[in-house]
């Protein structure tokens, strides 16, 4: 069984950075796709990033310029750096990944943006 452990996440400050890290365990195999999505208090989950294994990557339009994704494939790791945070940033931050057709999630980790 697949698992992901999200890391990073904390409170910061408007305009602050953080760094959201994600390791994968319990599979031989490298995952197609890995990213993040973020779900924010009465509202429902999001996408926010993912990267592929060949390296291409989209970004939600909100974050685009201010947040970076990228991926270790062999270590099945993925991590989003995330510049200039405002409050509406504020969200726990679950990591996906996806090996062939089965879909995984981490437990997510919090991410709250103080104005």
């Known amino acids: 069984q697949v698992q992901l452990v999200e890391s990073g996440g904390g409170l910061v400050q408007a305009g602050g950075s953080l760094r959201l890290s994600c390791a994968t365990s319990g599979s031989t195999d490298s995952a197609n796709l890995m990213g993040w999505y973020r779900q924010a208090p009465g509202k429902a989950r999001e996408f926010v990033a993912f990267?592929?294994?060949?390296?291409?990557?989209n970004y939600t339009g909100s974050v685009k310029g201010r947040f970076t994704i990228s991926g270790d494939f062999a270590k099945n790791t993925v991590a989003l750096q995330m510049n200039n945070l405002n409050p509406e940033d504020t969200a726990l931050y679950y990591c996906n990944a996806i090996y062939a057709t089965k879909n995984y999630w981490g437990q997510g980790t919090q991410v709250t943006v103080s104005s």
């Open positions: 990267i592929s294994r060949g390296g291409t990557t």
